[in-house]
């Protein structure tokens, strides 16, 4: 069987996302908890307004999470030890018969953080597979969703310090790395960034995610991250990643065109330079979740996002409880595309 991942614009049956349920996710006290459920209910209840929307909840927390979450929603039960799913469940692809099959990368916490657990998060996307009926493919290569984006065409991007981090795939090379997304998604054309932004590569990140830095709203067209102030070290990033995208080609041998995603105005936080991304966001029947960071910038990302995406209607929540926790509302969710 040859399998394709389709782009995340692609019709879906439904979203998946994980509750928070312990650690640095769920916070020190019951009013962190309280934030970290109402930031993952709003994306989950949003989402709902478009399409099923399908929570995967630890047995613990199987009488908290209904309080939260829009009665429609499906729960499934299972131990979990964390609640980003984009990078723990399956990357979901389609066989050229029109069949649904499930890509099970392995999973090492991140290129095995001293922060993580993922004993359990682990098993997780077997187990999601299973409940979507879904063909299992399952990969030795250590990836994470969230290290992935598709056109639908063949084109996929990735990072360097991802797909081949010494934590992770050590020795690992391109090569290596493209036969196995070859094998498992059907990309042809393996687009590959030097690195991620700034704090996702400090120690609490996933050293480099792409689903902050740069996105395919359409074959051919980038939204790409873009940090306009020279003091904050995203700026450089910004401009190498730029560089080596002006010069690439999608699966079709043609250009990009570069569409800037301008960064959000705040620079800082307590912990230092902030990763806020318009950039991730996710996709759903006929909508947008995307961030929103009570910034000056938010009203033209907005502006941005309604024009990448004709049609859509664009729904923002308020991010900045995720991108402390670590991401993002495309972080936590995970796209099933319709059969």
């Keep these: 069987m040859n399998w394709r991942m389709p782009h995340e614009g692609d019709r879906q049956d439904r979203l998946w996302l994980a509750w928070p349920t312990q650690g640095y996710t769920l916070g020190d006290t019951a009013e962190d908890a309280d934030v970290a459920r109402r930031i993952w209910a709003a994306v989950a209840n949003v989402a709902a307004g478009f399409e099923p929307v399908t929570v995967v909840v630890h047995p613990r927390d199987v009488e908290v999470a209904p309080k939260y979450l829009n009665p429609q929603i499906e729960i499934r039960e299972r131990e979990i030890d964390d609640a980003w799913i984009r990078d723990t469940g399956p990357t979901f692809v389609r066989g050229q018969d029109g069949s649904l099959g499930a890509v099970t990368w392995t999973f090492n916490g991140w290129g095995q953080q001293e922060w993580a657990t993922w004993d359990l998060d682990a098993e997780l996307a077997p187990a999601v597979a299973e409940w979507a009926r879904a063909t299992r493919i399952d990969s030795s290569l250590v990836n994470e969703g969230g290290g992935i984006h598709v056109d639908g065409l063949g084109t996929v991007l990735v990072t360097e310090t991802v797909q081949r981090d010494p934590g992770r795939n050590p020795g690992i090379s391109r090569a290596d790395v493209e036969a196995e997304l070859a094998r498992t998604i059907g990309a042809s054309t393996v687009v590959w960034l030097p690195r991620g932004l700034t704090r996702d590569s400090?120690?609490?990140?996933?050293?480099?995610?792409?689903?902050?830095?740069?996105?395919?709203?359409?074959?051919?067209?980038?939204?790409?991250?873009?940090?306009?102030?020279?003091?904050?070290?995203?700026?450089?990033?910004?401009?190498?990643?730029?560089?080596?995208?002006?010069d690439a080609?999608?699966?079709?041998?043609?250009?990009?065109?570069?569409?800037?995603?301008?960064?959000?105005?705040?620079?800082?936080?307590?912990?230092?330079f902030v990763d806020f991304s318009y950039v991730n966001h996710v996709l759903v029947n006929g909508g947008v979740v995307a961030c929103a960071f009570d910034d000056p910038r938010d009203a033209d990302a907005v502006a941005i996002l309604r024009e990448a995406y004709p049609g859509r209607e664009v729904v923002t929540v308020d991010a900045r409880p995720?991108?402390?926790?670590?991401?993002?509302?495309?972080?936590?969710?995970?796209?099933?595309?319709?059969?």
Excluded: N, W, Y
């Excluded at 740069?214 to 991250?225: E, S």
């Design 249 to 272: 080609l999608d699966a079709r041998g043609e250009p990009f065109e570069i569409v800037d995603l301008p960064a959000p105005a705040v620079l800082k936080d307590d912990d230092g």
């Design 202 to 246: 400090d120690t609490f990140g996933t050293r480099g995610h792409v689903d902050i830095v740069a996105t395919i709203p359409t074959p051919g067209r980038l939204l790409l991250h873009d940090q306009r102030d020279a003091s904050h070290p995203d700026s450089a990033v910004t401009a190498e990643i730029r560089a080596v995208l002006s």
């Design 322 to 339: 995720l991108f402390e926790r670590g991401g993002g509302v495309h972080c936590i969710t995970q796209q099933q595309p319709a059969r």
